[in-house]
């Protein structure tokens, strides 16, 4: 059968998430022996995914990180990469990483979090995975924009909470923002189609 763009979005999203499943996989078997900071409130294995050698805060650098995180590597190269790879498959997806990259950035700043770990993209790289999840699920440009833009801003609010509960426990955030972000939408698009559904049958043939 032909190869076509939806076709083409879910085999970038499958790509994305096994590097990251890989990822996740070998730096768990690291952490096993990894002492935990109890009085940061993380866990020690995050500075494997931050930058060690950045001193100054490069707004652009930082975005690439970002990119870079969602296969788990805090490098500025990586995420040229992972957004050329995006850009040849669609530039639609490439466009919905850039603006979740820069919506959860932002939100970042704002919250006060910490600019070291935001400048390795650790707070980012949730925000660039639910404008790819937004703009692989939904059709409609505008709705796809407008909920990749609040699902990453509710991801990046729950980073810091999640970095200290999930730390506390030593455990790693990795992507659970993200996850709960996108779960959230999810649902509320199941009810509303629900609720929808149930008003047509109830006025029934017009």
């Known amino acids: 059968p032909p190869v076509t763009t939806t076709?083409?979005?879910i085999a970038t999203i499958h790509c994305v998430?096994?590097?990251?499943?890989?990822?996740?996989?070998?730096l768990a078997l690291r952490s096993l022996t990894a002492p935990?900071?109890?009085?940061?409130?993380?866990?020690?294995?995050?500075?494997?995914m931050q930058s060690a050698h950045d001193t100054g805060f490069a707004i652009p650098r930082t975005l690439l990180r970002c990119f870079g995180q969602t296969v788990l590597q805090g490098s500025a190269r990586t995420g040229i990469c992972v957004l050329f790879a995006l850009a040849l498959c669609d530039l639609r997806l490439a466009c919905a990483a850039i603006m979740g990259a820069m919506a959860a950035h932002v939100c970042a700043v704002i919250l006060h979090y910490d600019s070291d770990i935001m400048?390795?993209?650790?707070?980012?790289?949730?925000?660039?995975?639910?404008?790819?999840a937004a703009a692989a699920s939904?059709?409609?440009a505008y709705t796809a924009l407008a909920v990749a833009l609040?699902?990453?801003?509710?991801a990046t609010s729950l980073c810091k909470p999640a970095l200290r509960w999930l730390g506390d426990r030593n455990l790693a955030m990795y992507s659970s923002p993200c996850l709960v972000a996108t779960w959230g939408w999810m649902l509320i698009e199941q009810i509303a189609q629900s609720c929808a559904a149930g008003s047509r049958a109830d006025l029934g043939p017009l």
């Open 150 to 154: 609040l699902s990453a801003i509710a």
């Open 17 to 26: 998430a096994w590097c990251q499943g890989i990822a996740c996989s070998i």
């Open 138 to 140: 939904i059709d409609d």
């Open 119 to 132: 400048r390795g993209g650790v707070y980012g790289f949730n925000g660039v995975l639910c404008a790819l």
């Open 36 to 48: 935990v900071s109890r009085a940061a409130g993380t866990h020690q294995p995050l500075s494997f």
């Open 7 to 9: 076709t083409l979005r």
